[in-house]
C-alpha cells in the first residue's frame, strides 16, 4: 500500500521558519522524483520544487529559490522542504507526490504525479 505522510506544517509568523517532513512508503522512494507542490484556497496547484533520485539535482520555483531547500535520505525514505523567511503569501496545503517518468519537473499538474500525501497546512501570519 503506497502512502504519503506529511508533516510538520502550523502557524508561523512572517520571516519565521518550518521544516515539512514528508515519509513514504510502498513504493521504491529511492527511484522516483520527489516533488513539493501547493494549493492555497481557490486557487490552483503550485509547484514549489522537485529533486532526483540521487538528491543532488534539485529544482526550485521562482518564490522558493532561495528561501526553501528540498532533500531526501533514501535510505529512511523521507522528503523534507526547508522553509525560510516565509510570507504571508506561502500560506497553503503543501503536498508531497511522486513525479511520473517524463514529465516536467516543474509540473503543476496533478495527473503527472501518481503518489500524494495527504497534505499539511501551513499558516504564515502574525
Known amino acids: 500500500q503506497v502512502q504519503l505522510v506529511e508533516s510538520g506544517g502550523g502557524l508561523v509568523q512572517p520571516g519565521g521558519s518550518l521544516t515539512l517532513s514528508c515519509a513514504a512508503s510502498?513504493?521504491?522512494?529511492?527511484?522516483?522524483?520527489m516533488s513539493w507542490v501547493r494549493q492555497a484556497p481557490g486557487k490552483g496547484l503550485e509547484w514549489v520544487s522537485s529533486?532526483?533520485?540521487?538528491?543532488?539535482?534539485?529544482n526550485y520555483s521562482n518564490f522558493a529559490e532561495g528561501r526553501f531547500t528540498i532533500s531526501r535520505d533514501n535510505t529512511k525514505n523521507i522528503l523534507w522542504l526547508q522553509m525560510n523567511s516565509l510570507k504571508p503569501e506561502d500560506s497553503a496545503v503543501y503536498y508531497c507526490?511522486?513525479?511520473?517518468?517524463?514529465?516536467?519537473?516543474?509540473?503543476?499538474?496533478?495527473?503527472?504525479?501518481?503518489?500524494w500525501g495527504q497534505g499539511t497546512q501551513v499558516t504564515v501570519s502574525s
Open positions: 529533486l532526483g533520485t540521487s538528491g543532488f539535482v534539485n
Open positions: 507526490a511522486s513525479l511520473r517518468d517524463g514529465k516536467s519537473w516543474s509540473s503543476k499538474k496533478r495527473d503527472d504525479y501518481d503518489h
Open positions: 510502498g513504493f521504491l522512494f529511492s527511484k522516483r522524483i
